[in-house]
């Protein structure tokens, strides 16, 4: 699996607080229609256990302007509970065709005690087998 740092969302991101992901993608003026055709695959994936928190939901958001003054949650994952967050997990988060705007960022919710230890690394991937397609799901 390699990611383009163009396309990362972040990397070895510590989340012990709700809040956005350290980057945000621009994809450019007129880009409308990112995942139709499988062109990228959204990879999401624990990198360190996570300690603490009762769950973890993370969602991709798109706004017009890179501060997200406005942003729109495009899909969101379930709760995924403490258990399941160790260093491999991967969030399935299918990527919805018909994107329309021209910046992407993910959005992380922890619930229950905040974290000491907990990272992720996210980004988009050209590699159908370690990302998720916008058909799944």
Known sequence: MVFDKRVMFCEG??????????????????????????????????????????????????????????????????????????AGYVFNLAVPAGISQRFQRLYFTPSGTAPTTGKITAGYLTDRAAGVHPDAA
């Open 13 to 86: 991101q510590a989340v012990n607080a709700a809040g956005p992901s350290s980057g945000h993608i621009d994809l450019g003026p007129g880009l409308a229609n990112l995942g139709v055709g499988g062109e990228l695959y959204l990879h999401v994936q624990v990198v360190e256990d996570f300690d603490n928190l009762t769950s973890l939901k993370v969602a991709l958001q798109e706004d017009d302007n890179d501060s997200f003054s406005s942003p729109t949650t495009l899909v969101e994952s379930g709760a995924v509970p403490l258990a399941e967050l160790k």
